[in-house]
């Protein structure tokens, strides 16, 4: 595992056990794996957490079933980090900003279409678009 350079990419990716029409008979992963929701659709699996540094490094990982909330397990890798975390719109919680803020970590993520936009900075606008993709090809590797 990496070191926190202060600038650090978080993001989940699912990783399916089986098809829908085999969870009955899966047997390895059961009471681990669960049904979960991404944008492309429905899965019954796991998802993958990942913290990478500026260099693509992962800082820290973790799994969990695929039914539980990325913001949940995000307060649970948050700690001895430091800096600014960027994160797509499934991390967006007012009460997950305020526990990071406390702990001395900055989240920057995307607004939703009907969020009001209170602070919107180019530099951010730059890591968010560019940056965000290497999260999902470190996965991808």
């Known amino acids: 595992m990496d070191q926190c350079d202060g600038l650090s990419f978080v993001d989940s990716s699912s990783i399916e056990v089986c098809k829908k029409y085999r969870i009955s008979m899966n047997k390895v992963f059961a009471g681990i794996a669960a049904r979960g929701k991404t944008t492309k659709g429905w899965f019954y699996g796991l998802k993958l957490?990942?913290?990478?540094?500026r260099a693509g490094g992962i800082v820290k990982a973790s799994f969990s079933p695929g039914n539980k909330d990325d913001r949940k397990q995000l307060e649970l890798m948050i700690k001895n980090l430091f800096g600014k975390i960027f994160g797509d719109r499934g991390y967006i919680s007012q009460k997950l900003f305020q526990q990071i803020l406390e702990q001395?970590?900055?989240?920057?993520?995307?607004?939703k279409k009907n969020m009001k936009i209170s602070?919107?900075?180019?530099w951010i606008k730059y890591y968010c678009l560019k940056e965000h993709g290497s999260v999902q090809q470190t996965v991808s590797n």
Not at 49 to 53: A, F, G, K, V
Not at 104 to 111: A, D, H, K, P, S
């Open 104 to 111: 001395g970590v900055f989240m920057v993520t995307r607004v």
């Open 119 to 122: 602070l919107c900075l180019c």
């Open 49 to 53: 957490h990942l913290i990478i540094n």
